[in-house]
């Protein structure tokens, strides 16, 4: 059975990893101002987040189209693949999923929508999984368990440089209802089976980082890690080689993209990390 794999870009999977495995990624949409841009596209990750301080009215994302997913669907398939595992963000959190289940209600069983529960490299862990275990020709089976697992040992925690831009964006009911002196303190979050969590808040930022250090450490040992930033890459490099931790595969290094971002602000560092067990 040939399978075919579709994500959409919160999953920040590097581009060498999709060329590789041929990993169909949808992108988001990011709107700023009257200005609509495809992620990825017409604005750098770089220039949104040194603009984004400064902008007047908050940056919006929408969920790309239906017609988009079922254009990738019908690629896929008219290339020869029997099934699609259409991999995305969840349905709590982002319109994508509803995006990809409506576009698939078209293609019968040849497509399957699977929540993730995650964002950014919590989501790409388990499209790399599924992607790795196609490209060794494993059975449905197999590769449905391997993403399971993968979601049921990923966590995700970030440490932002403030909560304004999680208050602003409306997304998580527990941060809608801060307000006052808490904005300014730094937020440590943690996103698991599309749950936002509030793990506390640290008052300096080198206080935030410690807690980082010290949750990736208790996760451990590490099967695959990615640090992760949003516009903080100096930072997120010192924190990898702080942690000196021996991998079986490459750590990851990524600025998150936009869409994921507009909702956490700049100056965020964040890791995903997939236990060995």
Known sequence: MKIGLVTDSTSDLPEDIIN??????????????ENSFLDGQGMSREEFYERLPGLKNS??????SVGSFQESYEKLLTAGADL???IHPPGVLSGIFNSARLAAEAFGERVQVIDSGQLSLGLGFQVIAAAEAVTREAVLGEILELISSVRQKVRVMALLDTMAYLHKSGRVSWAKATVGGLLDLKPLIELRFGVVSRLGQARTRAQGILR??????????H???????????????QLLEELNLKLSQPAILVNVTTVIGTHVG????RFAVVPVS
Do not use: C, D, M, Q
């Open 20 to 33: 590789r495995h041929a990993i169909e990624v949808i992108p988001a949409i990011l709107n700023v101002g």
């Open 266 to 269: 700049p100056n965020g560092l």
């Open 212 to 221: 980082l250090i010290e949750n990736i450490s208790k996760w451990g040992p």
């Open 223 to 237: 099967e695959r890690l990615a640090i992760l930033h949003t516009n903080a890459e100096i930072a997120a490099r």
């Open 84 to 86: 699609i595992l259409s």
């Open 59 to 64: 940056p919006t994302t929408s969920a790309p």
